[in-house]
């Protein structure tokens, strides 16, 4: 009997700078591994598995990232205010 096991996956996001001023923008940056799918909420959806964004929230937002894989999934989360 053969058994596979299959590395859980990770996942990281941040935001340079996480505090800006109204009508400012932030850089998203994130990274995951041994995920299949990798998606970031909220308004972006389905993403590459590292990369990075500019984004402009109205208000205080909290941008979540899974990463789902055979291992299982990982998420985290980083709040631009």
């Known amino acids: 009997m053969t058994v596979t096991v299959h590395p859980v996956p990770t996942a990281n996001i941040n935001a340079e700078p996480e505090a800006i001023i109204a009508g400012g923008s932030t850089t998203l940056s994130w990274s995951s591994a041994h995920a299949d799918t990798v998606t970031i909420v909220p308004d972006i959806g389905e993403v590459s598995p590292s990369g990075s964004m500019e984004v402009s929230p109205s208000a205080t937002t909290m941008y979540a990232i ?5 291992g299982g999934t990982a998420s985290a989360d980083v709040t631009v205010t």
């Open 66 to 70: 899974t990463a789902t894989g055979p």
